[in-house]
């Protein structure tokens, strides 16, 4: 063979070489899509093996690298995913690491699926109705979380006083209603207060979340008044430390609700007030174009109470601190007219904290959405103030109330609507709540309730 025919035929397979690379290049790019990564290592080392003996070592470990395990899934995406300016660790499957600058502009181009028929009443909202697999799922998210409970026969701190820092529209009227046939019943004394102390809510201003202080003063005078009497304190208030602040030492309960419909319950609430009681609390701040917007056009259309709210069961169960705040600057909400947005890294510290808070200090939190097991619960756990829980509820007196406190008009809301506050606004809420889920169904299967 002559030297200009080794040259040509060297041509010839660098030629070759090149287009294979090519054509090799675009097949790998087809295949950079959204994947649902479940290797299979048995597989692993055949397919790297044959890759060699065919094209040699370097595309053979591009091939294993860039192309998809056998049984893998792949979706096709028009546009690339979201991506977010800061990493956050979430431990709930439904918390979604989805920023929250992005989410308003993605989310309706991302659900594909077709929208259910809407709930008119959101208390009738069940997760699942297999809670078998709603257990099992619970378990496997929240497990090291879950390890840090204190011992499921742990008695409560005290059986003499008990604080209920109840959360906004998760059934406390209810609640209220049926503590005041129970304290009757049980001989305890139900203290009930409104968010402010004081009938002056703005002598409070410089005191703190929800008014700590006044708060303060107010146990103390409670209690020495009474200090072997059965005690029994309900407010809208975020935890507290009593040990900081030398108070009596309480035992913490709580009813959660799903966060998504207790956002859509007030955000109703705001436009058209309580059921039964007409004119009462409702607001006077929406003019008639923001009233008649539904909840699912609030968020398509990213209105400002849509993308900015209080993280309400993140601050309450976190605190008062500075560090509970979730807001720009000091992290305090501010109503004089400044609009403050949320800190997603401060709500991310809030989270931990309330997590650590709902593991360590409170005896048993219930869930709405199963409220007839929470008042079981209560009555099994807390006897002294909860024996005859489910049949107070049931009184006449409890069920002539417990309409009035319904808001009077809720238009539901759509599954994709759920989406987009589950993945965005309300993220580290569905955290939380999930957290308190799981809790609370070990607490059921330790006690023999049955869902």
């Known amino acids: 063979m002559t030297y200009e025919q080794i040259r040509e035929h060297s041509q010839i397979q660098r030629k070759y070489k090149k287009n294979f690379q090519k054509k090799a290049a675009a097949q790998f790019n087809c295949k950079m899509c959204t994947i649902s990564f479940h290797p299979r290592f048995a597989s692993l080392f055949g397919r790297l093996i044959r890759g060699i003996l065919q094209y040699g070592w370097i595309p053979a470990m591009l091939f294993i690298y860039m192309s998809p395990p056998q049984n893998a899934v792949i979706v096709e995406r028009s546009e690339p995913l979201a991506t977010e300016s800061s990493k956050l660790k979430f431990q709930s499957a439904e918390a979604l690491h989805v920023a929250a600058s992005n989410i308003e502009t993605t989310v309706a181009s991302e659900i594909a699926s077709p929208v259910e028929p809407k709930s008119n009443d959101a208390s009738n909202y069940a997760a699942s109705a297999d ?57 305890f004394i139900l203290d009930h207060q409104r968010l402010c102390i004081s009938d002056d809510c703005s002598a409070g201003a410089d005191d703190g979340a929800n008014g700590i202080k006044m708060v303060k003063e107010h146990l103390i005078e409670k209690r020495a008044a009474n200090p072997n009497s059965k005690y029994l304190f309900l407010k809208h208030h975020h935890w507290l430390n009593m040990t900081e602040l030398g108070l009596e030492k309480a035992t913490f309960i709580n009813v959660v609700r799903d966060p998504i419909t207790r956002f859509a319950s007030r955000y109703y609430f705001n436009r058209f007030g309580w059921g039964l009681s007409s004119g009462a609390r409702r607001q006077t701040w929406k003019n008639d174009q923001e009233k008649d917007q539904t909840l699912d056009e609030c968020v398509a259309n990213g209105s400002e109470e849509c993308i900015e709210s209080l993280q309400v069961m993140v601050q309450y169960f976190c605190g008062t601190d500075a560090a509970c ?16 947005r949320t800190d997603w890294q401060k709500t991310s510290r809030a989270t931990e904290k309330a997590k650590q808070n709902i593991l360590k200090d409170y005896y048993m939190i219930g869930v709405l959405e199963h409220f007839n097991e929470t008042l079981d619960l209560f009555d099994k756990m807390l006897p002294e103030f909860f024996r005859g829980a489910r049949a107070a509820s049931q009184s006449e007196q409890v069920l002539s109330k417990r309409e009035s406190s319904k808001t009077a008009h809720n238009a539901g809301f759509s599954n994709q609507t759920r989406l987009a506050l589950e993945k965005g606004l309300l993220r580290y809420e569905m955290d939380l709540y999930n957290l308190c889920k799981a809790i609370f169904y070990r607490r059921l299967k330790f006690h023999g309730i049955e869902l």
Request: neutral net charge.
């Open 131 to 187: 809670f078998a697999a709603e257990k099992a799922k619970l378990d496997q998210n929240y497990g090291r979380a879950l390890g840090q409970l204190p011992p499921l026969d742990s008695p409560p701190i005290s059986t003499n006083f008990v604080f209920h820092n109840k959360m906004p529209k998760s059934g406390s009227t209810t609640m209220k209603h049926i503590l005041s046939v129970l304290s009757k019943e049980n001989n």
């Open 325 to 340: 705040g979730t807001k720009e600057g000091d992290g305090m909400e501010h109503d004089a007219g400044e609009v403050k």
